[in-house]
C-alpha cells in the first residue's frame, strides 16, 4: 500500500483529539446506586436526570501476560463501585494536531480573534492519560428510578464505536458527552478498545503461542466482548438486550462493518449505523503478501525489528514496555494495524464478506459528508489512495497512473473530478478523495446489506457551517454534533443547525427503536433499493429531504479500482474447483 494511505489515516485520527473544543460544563449531582450482576456502581446523576455511569470495565486488564490476548472476563465486586469518573484512555502516540487544527478552524471563516482564542483553548487542553488498562465503557441511562431499579419497560440499546483510525480516539471525547439521546429514550453506551500496535498487532510468536494459532484483531475482539457484557449486564441499567443499534463514525464505521463480517460477534446486535467509513478497502492476510498488501505477520517482524528484537518470543515481546512500543510505530506501520483474515476473527475480509453477502445482516443506515476531505487534501494532495505522487497535471501522465486501478474508467474519472485542469485540480482532487475514501465504501456496504433483504437507508449530510466566510464544508467529523447534541457553538450554531440536529436525532433513535429511520412529521427517508439517498442540508440552498442517485457517475467510476482489488484477493481466498483427477472426482 502507497505511504499517502497511512498520513491519510492520522489526520482523520486528529480530529477526534481536537474535535470538541471545549468541554461541556453540565450541573451533576451524585448518582443513584445501581445493582448490576458485577455488583453496585454509583455514577453522576446529570442535570437532566440521566444516570451517567463511567468507567465500567468489560473486560480484564489486558496486561502483563494479557497483552495481545483475546480479553478475559470482566471483574466483579462487593462494595458500590465509583463510577463517577472516565477510566484512562487506551494506548496511544499524543499529538497536538497541528495542520489539522488550522484547517479545521481556519475553514470555518470566524473572526481573526476568535480564531485565535479557539486555537489558543486547543493548545491549553492537557492530554488525557493512557494505559493498557482500558477496556472500560460508559452508560448514560434515562430508566432509573430513585431507589435504584428499572423504571420501565427495557429501552433500545445504542453502543458507540470511537473513530481515530484504530490507532486514536476515545470513547470519553467531548464530542460524545451528552444527553439529548438518551432522553429521547434510549440507553446509550460507549466503549474503548485497544488500539495500534496493542488492538492489531500481529506476530508468528504470537500466532505460535495462541492456541488459535493466530494473532492480531484484538481490538475487533474487545469490541465483540463488550457487545457481550451489553448482553449479560444492559438489562439492570434499564436496557433492552434484545434491541441493541451499534453505531459509530470514520474507524468506528469500519468497526460496524467489521463486527457485520465476524461471525463471533453474530446475534450481539440487532441494527447498524455506519457514519463515514467502511472497511471494504483494507485487505490484509494473517500470514502472506497477496499483492500491495503487507501480510499482519510481516508487519509485526517490522515491530520488532525497529524494537531490536530479533526473532523474539511471544513471552519478550510482552515484557516490552508499552512506551518504547508507542515509539517504535512508524506510519507505514499503522496503515496494517487493521483486520487482517486469520481464518478465526475474520474467514474473508470485510469487502470480500460484503460482496459475497456472508455478514451478520440487519436493518442499517450508512452515510457520508459532502467535503469529507476538505480537512485532508491541503496536507496530503493526493486524490486517490491507490496512486502514491499522482501528477497534478498532464493527461497523458495522470491516465498512465490511473489506468492500472481504473482501467478503462481512468478518463471518465479524470473528467468528472477535472484533474486535468490545473485551476480546478485542488478543489476536484478534494472531492475525489471524499468520495473514494468513504463515498464508495458506505455505497458498497448499504448495496450489499440490502441484497440479503435487510432495509438499508443511506444518507449524505451536506451541511456547512453558517459564516458565509466559511471554506470547510461539510467536512469529516462534522455529523457528529448533530447526532449527539454536542454541538460548540463557538464554531457557529444557527437556528437551522438546531432543527437539523433535533432531525436526525429522531431518525437514529427511531431506527434505535424499530429499524426504520421514519416517524411522525418527518421528512420521508426511503430505502436505499439502489438509488435513493436522504440528504441532509443547513446552512445553504440544499433541503433536507430524499434525493436519488447521489454523485453516482463519481461513485461509479471510483469503485472499478475498489473492484479490481476485491477481486484480486478474493481469488486467494476461494478454494480451488477439483479438478476431477482427485478422490473429489464423481467418478
Not at 480573534?113 to 493548545?123: D, G, N, P, Q, V
Request: net charge negative.
Amino acid at each position: 500500500m502507497n505511504d499517502s494511505f497511512p498520513r491519510r489515516l492520522k489526520h482523520i485520527c486528529l480530529t477526534l483529539s481536537i474535535a470538541a473544543l471545549a468541554a461541556c460544563q453540565t450541573k451533576t449531582s451524585p448518582g443513584i446506586v445501581i445493582q448490576t450482576p458485577q455488583g453496585p456502581v454509583q455514577g453522576i446523576t446529570t442535570e437532566n436526570n440521566i444516570q451517567n455511569i463511567l468507567g465500567i470495565p468489560y473486560a480484564a486488564p489486558p496486561v502483563g501476560n494479557l497483552r495481545w490476548r483475546p480479553p478475559a472476563p470482566s471483574e466483579s465486586w462487593s462494595d458500590i463501585r465509583d463510577a463517577s469518573h472516565f477510566s484512562k484512555d487506551c494506548m496511544q502516540p499524543r499529538s497536538s494536531g497541528g495542520g489539522f487544527v488550522k484547517l479545521m478552524i481556519e475553514g470555518h471563516g470566524l473572526s481573526g480573534f476568535k480564531t485565535w482564542l479557539i486555537k489558543r483553548a486547543i493548545a491549553a487542553q492537557i492530554a488525557s492519560e493512557t494505559s493498557e488498562d482500558c477496556l472500560y465503557l460508559n452508560i448514560r441511562t434515562p430508566n432509573i428510578t430513585t431507589d435504584g431499579s428499572v423504571k420501565g419497560d427495557p429501552l433500545p440499546v445504542m453502543v458507540w464505536i470511537h473513530g481515530g483510525g484504530h490507532q486514536f480516539g476515545s470513547s470519553d471525547t467531548d464530542l460524545y458527552q451528552s444527553d439529548d439521546l438518551p432522553k429521547k429514550g434510549v440507553v446509550l453506551v460507549t466503549i474503548k478498545y485497544r488500539l495500534g500496535a496493542f488492538g492489531y498487532l500481529a506476530h508468528p510468536a504470537l500466532s505460535e503461542d495462541d492456541p488459535r494459532g493466530v494473532s492480531g484483531n484484538y481490538g475487533t475482539l474487545d469490541q465483540i466482548a463488550a457487545l457481550k457484557w451489553v448482553q449479560s449486564n444492559i438489562a439492570a441499567y434499564g436496557g433492552d438486550p434484545n434491541n441493541i443499534t451499534i453505531f459509530g463514525e470514520s474507524a468506528g464505521s469500519w468497526s460496524v462493518t467489521e463486527m457485520m463480517t465476524t461471525p463471533l460477534a453474530q446475534g450481539l446486535f440487532h441494527k447498524a449505523i455506519g457514519q463515514s467509513g467502511a472497511s471494504s478497502y483494507h485487505m490484509g492476510q494473517l500470514d502472506y503478501d497477496p499483492g500491495p498488501w503487507p501480510s499482519g505477520h510481516e508487519n509485526g517482524v517490522a515491530l520488532a525489528n525497529a524494537l531490536d528484537l530479533d526473532n523474539p518470543s511471544a513471552e519478550e515481546l510482552r515484557a516490552v514496555d508499552a512506551g518504547k512500543i508507542i515509539g517504535a510505530v512508524t506510519e507505514p506501520m499503522t496503515d496494517l494495524f487493521h483486520h487482517v483474515r486469520d481464518g478465526v476473527v475474520f474467514k474473508e475480509n470485510v469487502g470480500i464478506a460484503f460482496g459475497r453477502g456472508n455478514i451478520n445482516s440487519v436493518p442499517a443506515i450508512f452515510g457520508y459528508n459532502s467535503d469529507e476531505s476538505t480537512v485532508f487534501f491541503p496536507d496530503d494532495p493526493e486524490p486517490t489512495v491507490w496512486v502514491e505522487g499522482f501528477p497534478t497535471e498532464g493527461r497523458a501522465a495522470q491516465i498512465a497512473a490511473l489506468k492500472p486501478h481504473f482501467g478503462d474508467a481512468s478518463e471518465t474519472v479524470i473528467d468528472l473530478y477535472n484533474l486535468d485542469d490545473p485551476a480546478q485540480y485542488f478543489d476536484g482532487g478534494t472531492q475525489m478523495m471524499g468520495d473514494e475514501f468513504f463515498g464508495i465504501n458506505i455505497r458498497f456496504a448499504g448495496r450489499n446489506i440490502e441484497k440479503t433483504g435487510q432495509p438499508v437507508y443511506l444518507y449524505n449530510f451536506a451541511r456547512v457551517p453558517p459564516n458565509p466566510k466559511q471554506t470547510v464544508g461539510a467536512f469529516h467529523i462534522a455529523e457528529i454534533p448533530f447526532v449527539f447534541g454536542s454541538e460548540e457553538r463557538a464554531l457557529g450554531w444557527s437556528d437551522e443547525d438546531e432543527d437539523l440536529s433535533e432531525l436526525m436525532q429522531a431518525y437514529w433513535v427511531n431506527f434505535a427503536k424499530t429499524g426504520n429511520p421514519n416517524g411522525t412529521n418527518l421528512p420521508e427517508w426511503p430505502t436505499y433499493q439502489s438509488k435513493n439517498w436522504m440528504q441532509f442540508g443547513a446552512n445553504n440552498d440544499i433541503e433536507t429531504g430524499a434525493i436519488t442517485n447521489y454523485r453516482q457517475a463519481k461513485l461509479d467510476a471510483l469503485e472499478t479500482a475498489l473492484l479490481s482489488k476485491l477481486d484480486a484477493v478474493s481469488r486467494l481466498q476461494t478454494p480451488p474447483e477439483p479438478d476431477g483427477s482427485g478422490p473429489q472426482s464423481s467418478e
